[in-house]
Each structure stands twice: as structure tokens, then as C-alpha cells.
């Protein structure tokens, strides 16, 4: 039929248009029909599959070449503590500082695979891997397949999420909960999708209930919707406050139970061994969880002719997307800056929490930014694709140093570990045949760190006091091995206010071992140590005096 409300010319062009192939033929005289063929075969099941499935093959060739690495020593205090019961572990982290979900899933994966090095690191790279999916996921709910694949790309190869996703910490947990509850936030409070209220609010309690710098997020996300708040107005605004007492709702019901753990916590355990954060840890340690400086300069570039781009053609959804994603990530790692300037708990692997919705972010304005962006993102990808070492910092050296000097021991002779959070990474090493001291005195639960006033109890500790009566102790011809970190005089990490008088403990103790005459020095681990900058040093004595 004709339309009445065109021209015959109109109407005859329409028809030849609508008579054109769609198989790439209508182009040009001289033209090539393949990339219409092409985009086709793009656009078909079967590619979108072999896609996603290379995606996955080789992220998880990138996150195999570190599994079964030799633990360092958060990894040892993880196992330890999802050694105990699972209705235990929330009342131990008392002890400890951190909140109970991850131990407990990890209790959960013990039971079922062993607490073996392999195995236990399988879980995070499960979680690494999940990542892949829950990017193109949420890149494509919020902005669109082609922000999917992206954001999917990113989390392949992200160096970062790859080194903690072969490590048994909940930090690889804590990025998949980041995208996911980044991707809730758009959809309950920009897309208007209200049935994503209650789960907005579990994902929030989830990740808070993973680490404490998942405050740090909430508060990032409250910041967020106090934002998209002041952009409302009228009855608009009326609803989005209501649903955010929704969402926030459910997360704060959730916590409560929590809350009394935390405070707790928060008078006895903190962080000492933290240093206040610098504005270049601001600047360039975040840089290094998006890949380093290139990729964040090729971010930075890409995100402001996006979001430009985004206002000139009044995209407002995708404007409001990306501009929260922005301060979901911003956000989380400021208020964790500052919070760390009043009390020190800054540690770059934290940075974990901000991740999820800086890899979103990525996409998002990569993809939207034309050619420049397109470019940008296909250097990106190459700059992080290139292999990393399997660890950014030298692990520690703790199963060696046990395998050494584990034969000169025998069931029953004691071990002293200087550096108290070190215990259960050496009982794990060396078995519970030995007894275990620290600082403090022999060690009861070798399995967890005692985090309760601790730097006020180090100042207290004397080898008179501590040291003399369990060496008193030690039976004639029996052996007593001593383990001190080899301390870096040069590293940051050695002048904060716990490690530093944990050095000093150190080298009291070795210094009173050495020139006790009861005893005598039989081997050590490693030798020569001169010039070590990590790890730690063992050497066994005998009693050969009374």
C-alpha cells in the first residue's frame, strides 16, 4: 500500500531499499560483500559462544600459572581460621578484625577438597573466573552488548584481579561482589527496575560481611544515590528515596547482628602494621589495580570524551550509568584514603572493593569515546594482556625454610615464630608435632593471630619475662628452633609502628639465643642470608647445659 504522507519519490525509494539483500550485496560497485557476512556470523549464537569460551580459557590460563604456590602468611592465618568449626569462626575473628564470610565459605571448600595450597587457591580462582561473566553481564544489562564484551575482555586479563585470584584471600570475592553490586545499584536506582532493590541490599551486606573496606563501598554507594537524588525532583524524588530505604534497608537489617562484632573490633584490633596512605599510594597504587599508568592515562583520556559525548547527544541513562560507576569506585577509594590519614588500614590489595566498578567504568567510556576510544581500549587490552610475574612483590619463603630445618626437630621441641602472625603459616609448614611460642609466650591456637591490643602488648614483652622462662624449660638434648622475618631497613612496610618493634623483638631475642650458653646453634634456613630482603630465617639450637 502507499502512504499517503510521502512522495512518490519517497515511496520509490522506500521500496528499492526494502527490496536491497541483506547480505552485504547492496554496496557499491567494487565493494566486498564479506563484512556483512561477517557481522552476521559476529551476530550468531555459535560466535557469541566461541567468544566468551576463549574469553574464559584464557583468563584462566593466565590464573593457573600461579595455583599451587607456596602460601605467604595472610594465606596461613586463612586456612588457619577456616580450620575451626563453622559456627566458631565469626566468635574467633573477634581475635582477628575481619568479617566472617569468606572463612566460612572457605570452611565449607576445605571440607570438601583439603586445605592443600592447590586447593585452596582454586576457590579464588573460581571466584577470578566468575568475573568474566559478571562483567559481560553487567555491562550488557547497563550499556549494551558491545560495553559487555568489553567489560568481559577487561576482566579476563586485569593483572590485578589475576594476582589474587591464586592466592587463598577473599579478594578475588570481593571484585565478583563488586561487579555485581555495582550493576544492582544501575538497575534499582537509574534503570528503575524495583524488583533489584532487596537484591542490591544482600549484595551489599555480602560484601561488607567480606571485608571491612566493603564499608568503604557502601558508603561510596550512598554517596552515589545521594547524587542521583539531587538530580530528582517532585514525585521522582519522593520514589527514589523511598527505594533506597529499600535497599539500604535491607543491608543495615542484615549487618545488625554484626555490628556489636565490629565495634569490637574496631577498639582492639585495627591495623598497626599499616602506615598512613601518601597521595602517591592515592594515585598510583590505585592505577595498578586497572593495569598500571598507560592503561589509567588511556582511561582517563577516554572517560572525559565519553562522558562528553554522552551530554552533547543527551544520553542521560547512559550519563547517569557511567557518572555513578565513576563515584561507586572514586568514592569507595577516598573515604578509605581518608578513614586510613585518622586510622592507618591501608593495604593496595584492599583496593580489591573499588575494582568491580572501575573495570565497568573502563568499558563503559572506552566503548562510547568513537574511534579514539576503540583504539584506546585495543591498547589497553594489549597492555595488560602482557604476562605478569606469577607474584608483583617476592612471596615469602616459608615452606622452604621449613623444609630445611624440619628434620634436625623432633616431636615435642619447641618453636618460637618473632613475628606472631607468622605462627600459622609455620605450624602449617611444619606440622603440630612442635609446641608454638610467639612474643607473647607459647601460642595456644596456632591457627589464628591474636590481634587484641596487640601493639600495646609488644611494648610490654621483655626477654627476661617471656623469652628466659620458656628457655628455662627446655629439656637437656632437646631443641628449640627460633623464626624472625629478615627485615628490609629500606622497605615502608618495616617503619610501621607494630613491624617496627617487631624487629626490634627480633633481633633482642636471636641476639639472647646466640650468646646463651646453654645452648648451641645446630643449622639455619637460609644460609647465607646476607643481602635477603623477605622471607625468614631459622635456626635451630640445642640444650647442651643445664
Known amino acids: 500500500m502507499l502512504d499517503p504522507t510521502k512522495t512518490p519519490e519517497q515511496t520509490d525509494t522506500a521500496a528499492r531499499v526494502a527490496r536491497l539483500p541483506r547480505d552485504g550485496s547492496d554496496a557499491a560497485p567494487g565493494t566486498p560483500a564479506a563484512p556483512g557476512r561477517l557481522a552476521r ?61 569468606y572463612y566460612m565459605v572457605l570452611h565449607v571448600w576445605i571440607g570438601w577438597f583439603g586445605n592443600g595450597e592447590f ?11 566468575l568475573c568474566v561473566p559478571a562483567a559481560f553481564w553487567g555491562g550488557n544489562v547497563m550499556m549494551g552488548r558491545r560495553v559487555g564484551w568489553a567489560a ?67 558508603a561510596a554507594c550512598a554517596a552515589a544515590f545521594g547524587w542521583l537524588a539531587w538530580h530528582t525532583a517532585g514525585e521522582e524524588r519522593r520514589v527514589l528515596l523511598r527505594d533506597g530505604a529499600i535497599g539500604f534497608g535491607v543491608t543495615l537489617l542484615l549487618y545488625l547482628p554484626w555490628l556489636p562484632t565490629l565495634a569490637f573490633q574496631a577498639r582492639h584490633t585495627g591495623a598497626p602494621w599499616s602506615n598512613r596512605p601518601t597521595p602517591d599510594d592515592l594515585i598510583f597504587g590505585t592505577g595498578t589495580t586497572i593495569g598500571g599508568r598507560g592503561p589509567s592515562v588511556a582511561l ?38 581518608v578513614a586510613s590519614q585518622l586510622s592507618p588500614a591501608w593495604a593496595s590489595r584492599y583496593l580489591a572493593v573499588a575494582l568491580g566498578p572501575l ?10 569515546s568513537g574511534r579514539m576510544g576503540l583504539w584506546a581500549l585495543a591498547i589497553f587490552v594489549a597492555i595488560c594482556a602482557i604476562p605478569q610475574t606469577v607474584h608483583l612483590t617476592d612471596p615469602s619463603d616459608e615452606k622452604l625454610v621449613a623444609m630445611d630445618v624440619k628434620p634436625w ?51 610490654r614483652v621483655r626477654v627476661g619475662t617471656q623469652l628466659e622462662p620458656m628457655l628455662a624449660a627446655v629439656p637437656l638434648h632437646r631443641r ?24 626490634l623483638q627480633s633481633r633482642h631475642w636471636a641476639h639472647a639465643l646466640n650468646a646463651d650458653r646453654r645452648f648451641r646453634p645446630l643449622t639455619a634456613a637460609p644460609f647465607p642470608y646476607a643481602g635477603l630482603k623477605f622471607g625468614v630465617r631459622a635456626v635451630v639450637y640445642e640444650r647442651v647445659r643445664r
Open 409 to 459: 626437630m623432633q616431636p615435642g621441641d619447641l618453636v618460637v615464630v618473632t613475628h606472631p602472625e607468622r605462627v600459622p603459616i609455620m605450624h602449617y609448614y611444619l606440622g603440630s608435632q612442635f609446641r608454638y611460642a610467639d612474643l607473647f609466650g607459647p601460642v595456644k591456637d596456632t591457627s589464628l593471630m591474636d590481634w587484641r591490643d596487640a601493639l600495646d602488648r609488644v611494648k
Open 152 to 218: 568481559a575482555a577487561i576482566a579476563a586479563i586485569n593483572p590485578f584481579l589475576t594476582l589474587h585470584s591464586y592466592e587463598t584471600r577473599m579478594y578475588a570475592l570481593l571484585t565478583l561482589l563488586g561487579i555485581v553490586t555495582s550493576t544492582a545499584f544501575v538497575l534499582a536506582f537509574i534503570h528503575g527496575r524495583r524488583r533489584w532493590l532487596p537484591v542490591f541490599g544482600v549484595l551489599l551486606a555480602a560484601m561488607v560481611y567480606t571485608h571491612n573496606w566493603g564499608l568503604f563501598f557502601g
Open 359 to 368: 573495570m565497568l567504568f573502563a568499558a563503559a567510556t572506552l566503548c562510547n
Open 300 to 337: 582517563a583520556l577516554a572517560a572525559g570524551v565519553a562522558l562528553s559525548a554522552f551530554v552533547a547527544s543527551r544520553r542521560l541513562r547512559e550519563l547517569r550509568t557511567t557518572q555513578t560507576l565513576l563515584i561507586l569506585f572514586a568514592g569507595s577509594v577516598l573515604f578509605a584514603f
Open 41 to 101: 556470523l559476529a551476530a550468531t549464537r555459535a560466535a557469541a559462544i566461541a567468544l566468551f569460551g576463549g574469553l574464559l580459557i584464557i583468563s584462566l590460563a593466565y590464573k593457573a600459572r600461579g595455583l599451587g604456590s607456596a602460601f605467604w602468611i595472610d594465606e596461613g592465618l586463612s586456612v588457619g581460621i577456616a580450620s575451626h568449626p563453622l559456627a566458631d569462626i565469626p566468635g574467633l575473628l573477634r581475635q582477628d578484625g575481619s568479617p566472617p564470610l
Open 480 to 503: 628449640v628452633m627460633l623464626v624472625r622475618p629478615i627485615v628490609d631497613k629500606k622497605s615502608k612496610s618495616w617503619k610501621a609502628p607494630w613491624t617496627k618493634r617487631i624487629a
Open 119 to 129: 586447593a585452596t587457591q582454586s576457590l579464588s580462582a573460581i571466584f577470578g573466573l
